[in-house]
């Protein structure tokens, strides 16, 4: 693996951390308070401008290379169903006690997600890169990650449409 992937999929584990960061921290509040408002709101607009960009970025290089195709669209599968989830939170009311139940259940799957990716996918991934494409994904990630940030919705949907 050359420098340049290191690059890349350092910069993603950095992102990666700063999300259990996030998570963490989101996990010690309670009720609707302003700290577990704008943590949530945070934690929203980096995970959808990370999977944003970490599709254009590393996910779309990688389905054009067969053998790790499937790797690939389970991920991206797995940021569909983030997103999902992030949508029911923000439409769930945060003083209610179901939220942290919601909450602590996507914990686990975010969880879940980025260790596969770090030490299932990412290491598989290197293998198949070649230098222009690590250089293409870095400069990519970068620039789709503020654009994405700076236009995230934290509330797509409404009261009403939460899950029960």
Known sequence: MSDTADEIF????QDHDR???LLDKLLETSGETDE???????LTKELKAHAAAEEQALYSTMLRKPPTTEDTRHSVA???DIDEA???LAATDMA?????TKFKSFDHTYRHHIEEEEDDHFPDFAKHLTEEDEKH???VFERRKREEKAEAEVTPEKKEDAKE
């Open 10 to 13: 350092e910069r993603l584990k």
């Open 96 to 100: 209610e006690g179901g939220w942290l």
């Open 86 to 88: 992030l949508n029911d």
């Open 137 to 139: 994904m870095t400069e």
């Open 78 to 80: 797995e940021h569909h």
């Open 19 to 21: 999300h259990r960061e």
């Open 36 to 42: 577990r408002q704008e943590l949530f709101t945070e």
